[in-house]
């Protein structure tokens, strides 16, 4: 029940702008109590289809409505929410990674920890460092797999647990390169979707691309440090560059070292197990998935075996 | 020093065969300490070339030289050596693989005690009894990669322990139809090669395939256990027959249950990290290794970076 | 005129089946005649839509309705009547292939009739025995080219007249292989569809295919008859492998004999050929055909020239 | 024995040319009694390599030696000897088809005779008329298949008995056009290569091909009999542009009429099957052939079935 | 205003022809005037749809309604109009290249007068003078470019132009050559379609093709002329021949002459080109194109740079 | 006649080093007047296999013979050789492209600085500037095309040479994208090789490739002049990365603006009509090419046809 005169400040998401003739416009928001209600924002201010904010909020009579007058409101980004409860919100509002992601951000942190290589250790914390709040936001691809919220952090966090086994069955790969090859391969993404709600390419997405924007971060930052004319960051920017393996999948090169190949078969498996194992929760034992375009367009047979 | 009328009893690997007029015909045998001998055999009876023998001899003058005339000879694969022994002299003869199959023997029997349904237990435990001696002696492939002796089992062995990691990451992969699928998915190349010494296409091989003889031999000691119509033999039917993925490298049949997806993606890494770990370590570091054809061909750099 | 109290004997082809909360359910019938009834069912029993049954019914008032109480129904494969009866029958129900069955039965069974060879003999006609009766209602395909009643088996007789003239030039084909291979080549397709009315693909059509159980019938069957190491067995599943000769289309192996090559052109020919003789019959002399997808999509141009 | 002063007339093939200073040089020749003799051809008259000559000559003491001094020499195709002593002499002196030439005119010349339409009639006769000579002299292919004398005529010969069958099987199929398109479809071959002899391709041959000359032909020939705008005039040059089907072999158009199909299909298979008798005719039963490159390289398996 | 009695005489497009029982049948026109009338035409003779015509006519009261009664028609081709006006009108009834054809006709005739070579340009005067009319009015495709009335002669145009600059920087290329080839490359699309204003397939364009006719054509009159045995003749077919490189676009030889090889080049450019500026100019800066199937369905990004 | 004790100063190019326990090493060199002579110089000293140099030197004995000691020697791109004579060095040494690096040298330079936009100026400037003497050095591929010394900047000229006519006709073109993209598209080629004269493959040419150096070069060079985020930093950055069009020849993009498409084409072209025009040098009127591998492997004629 929401009475006149009162004050109420929530966390909302935006589902449709109305014009408006009035100093203010309505706007339709669905609050974090599963409520929809009418907030009104000022002329001078913009707020964005799709997004999160923090409504500060005072209840008034509108032409015979109630309407939530809007006194402030912050974008989720900007507020000062513990992850946790960001996390909350946005697996409420959105289509979400199926993670923890202060689990997931435990992992990869120790991992980008252990790094003993001074200069993949440097390049890979400053970029880490400068890009991270994206980088636990975005998905990992506008469709086809890790299409949500978070789904980039999803998919690097997955991709490093696989590399594991992998390492230890083949000793001749080298960790630091791994894993900073690994967490950096995709962290470009960030710059091809318009916004991680609404994963639409940008313009530079379409002509560069992650995986050039991706060369061009590693080689800025090198350079930043000192690091242009090392070994590690050429082979840092060719994992980067190979990691799709074939040309017409946007790599102008084949991987050329042992870590750039098994990060290649990494990526590409675990990029075709998401999307099996979601669309294999969709269907019965007996029947079969739906025809899945990163799986040749091909359906799979939901059997009647378990682990147990 | 050879004495004229002691009796030598020894390993040999057969060199080369001559023709003779003589009751006995002359073979030039390498010993297991490295010597070369000539060995007499009666005409009656036939060594093969490439091959090892246990030899019983005795020094006999021939023609001003001294000869070992066999009073027996047998295969080393019908005498009662020890594994361990056995794979001593393999090794000391052949191209071998890097390992020590007396581990390896051990792990796999383990990962076959521990498949829990019945019917794929019942099915990989008769088919391993039956095979188990070739399955340690053959190789991988004739050429491309684990193409000695013994590839057969080093290449089961190392997708075994790749797969724990898939498994631990994707949950939705049946742990028993990975284990048996690994381990039967090239069993049949025993049939595709003539010998395990001497990897030659049989005809059975290039008409049939080891693809089809493996899905044969499954559907017919499913028929003798009564399991013919069970689900669990159609999926490792359907496993074998999927493995290799596209029709143009001999499958029928896509994959189209997560566990032959997983297998496929497993059996070709290990085949492509075998070769790239071979060659990495037959050169120097800030060399490329030579060209290799699984790997489409491509040279890889062997970069300064280690894991210490 | 159905009259209250008399008995109505007559085969029906079941179009819907409804439900019901009484102790028998309404089914809506097409009779040989052509009339649309209502046949009740006893809830105890069931019937499969799409299918043709000889029923034996009275008529009883059903709320103010005539409907037919069957006291029992036969599928019509298992009823006696005779093949030509049978086939007149489903032609009027079903979409059937344009032939009559009973001399493209007798061309068949004088094929192998004449087969010398021992071993392909008795394979050939075991499978025969086994598998006839399906083997004359089943389709050639799910679409594309035969796909109607009786497919298959027009499909193999217009294969075995064909294979004369290539016989005749190519002296080097051995006939038995020929005739066997055609009448193998396609039998699983039998296990490919869920049944004969209603040509769905069953799960190990789908994970196995008729290749490959194909493959496994023949050693099975060559097995019973101590036949498994004979090179006839090796050559007739060899056929049957590479039939569609290229791995995108199934064939795990390219042929490898002459008769396999063979036997892969003249079944590529007759899925086209039929496919085009029946477009070519729905159109007027000077226009073209629809695009047809056996054939690259592309439309043919009916002219006008005749034989006469 | 050559005896000085006689005249000595025969066919001889050339074998070198010398070159000399005298009024006449000497040319090393075969006869057709298989003797070597050196013939003497004067300066103003050109001999080619490889081809056969009647020679008129006289033996002549030449520098010690018994030289034949020709008066005259005529080519084989100028000479007014009988088809089958022509073929005789063909046969003893090249690599030449394995048929008999005078049975294959006989039959050619019954189907054009039997063609009832007749604007192909008229077509079909007035070309065959004006290049029969070459047309049983040249082979269908420099290399690959019937690449030797009179292959071109073996091959068409084949085409027509194998399309007996098929238009039995499909009775939807024109013969007018079969007979004519078969007999047309190569028939420029004798123009892509320099001569029967010597399969080298002409400029010609490479630059515009046979299948646009027999374009060109038919529409020239069409055009004198006032045929232009026939639509069997279409027909056939469409049966000639698209009988290799795909572009990349040489069609710019895929085939659009029945026939034309079916003339591919034939056409494709006697260039294989061609082939592929030859090379089984090579090894014994129970080996495979070498590697033929008109079957994607493939060696064939020769088994023990017979035909007895 | 019309008026009953007076006489209208005028272009028009007829837009729709209705049945009628009277001896006359009505026709939809839009008027050079942009009005649309009803015209009555005798049932003895036929109008086409989409057609211009010249109409002199009648105003008549016809069932309480003023038609317009034809005593004459004359197709806009068969008119002796300017040129100029022509274009006008085309223009204004017609989707239409954007160009002026006065002008290219005048280009176009310029380069054929200064072709130096008198087979060429015997030739190429020809065939000109023959199809000149129909030159300027066909379009250039069917659909993917130059897809509209006078596309044909606006795409010659263009490549010209555009094989200045080749011409300066190769000097190695045969200007006659040149001029030729491109003016004669695409003559015969002008046989594909139905009608320059309505561009469907003809059943010949379909069998035989633009490629396959132009060949015909130049063989045909270099016949005439008596150039038949000429290289020229020959380079002129393998031009046509060869302009679209790849055997799956139609051509069955590629290039093998230098001009042969620049004219597909310019011929290709020209073609995506033109489609490339035509998007453009409908999309603002900023933005991007739609998919354009001739650009492998790819959009292009319209920036914001200029040339001023 | 070189006499001891004399000085003699020249340029000379090293053939040939060889070891010595002397304090000095003997060097053969080709001096600039096409002599061969011993330079002996210190073991401190360097000199390279293929350079050129200047040489100061003394005549010396030296165990009977008279040996040239180096006292100094100067690379010849350190020394301050004028333009002209540097080029007529190299052109005496080397295989060098059939062009006046003068005139080309200014041509390219007042297209620079033709340019109007700043962005693209100050970049182009820079980036020309910085690299310019290695520009004018290297060749534009290590086999294929253009493949000798100056050969980069020599394909860069044709290519702008050839822009002009293509900015003619199609005005939708920015002149300065062009320009400026035709000069930087492959000056990253620099870095693809060990030096210009011994056109191996650097490891980082290998592992990252000239378009991805060149984004880099291009986003470093922008950040520091302040361009980071224009639309011109990004235009350029995809013509290079798209410049090859297809993946599988090293593009990770197509091109989506009109400018990389036309660059695309241009690059294209000039790579084969360059090949193409040295080949025909090479042949006869009337012969064909050997097969180039730039063009599908193709022969081409060189026909009779001149421009005179």
Known sequence: MIEVGQTYDFF????????????????????????????????SKKVELNK????????????????????????????DIED?????????????APINIVDIKKDIEVAIGQIKNKVIKDISDKIYQRFQKDFYLYPAASKFHHAYISGLAYHTHSMLRL???FMAVYPFLNRDLMVSGI???????????????????????????????????????AKD?????????MLLEHILISHHYYGN???????????ALMIHFID????????????????????????????????YYKHHLTNE
Not at 249 to 259: D, H, T
């Open 52 to 79: 999160i904010y923090f409504f500060n909020t005072k209840a008034i009579e509108f032409k015979d409505k109630i309407h939530l007058e809007a006194s402030n409101f912050t974008p989720i980004e900007d507020t």
């Open 183 to 221: 967490i950096l391969h995709d962290i470009c993404k960030i710059f091809e979707f318009t916004s991680y709600e609404n994963s639409e390419y940008t313009i530079k997405g379409k002509l560069i691309g992650h995986i050039s924007m991706g060369v061009n971060l590693i080689h800025e930052v």
């Open 84 to 96: 946790e409860n960001r996390e909350k919100l946005m697996k409420f509002f959105y289509e979400y």
């Open 268 to 299: 590409n498996i675990d990029s075709k197990a998401c999307v099996l194992g979601e669309e294999l929760d969709l269907v019965n034992k007996g029947e079969l998935t739906k025809s899945m375009p990163v799986l040749d367009r091909e359906r």
């Open 249 to 259: 999948f946007g790599s102008p090169k084949k991987p050329n070292i042992a870590e």
């Open 163 to 165: 590399s594991e086994g």
């Open 12 to 43: 909302g998401k935006v589902n449709l702008i109305d014009d408006s003739t009035y100093e203010s416009y309505p706007v339709n928001v669905t609050t974090e109590n599963n409520e929809t209600v009418i907030v009104r924002v000022k002329q």
């Open 225 to 233: 440090l000192g690091y242009e004319e090392s070994e590690e960051v």
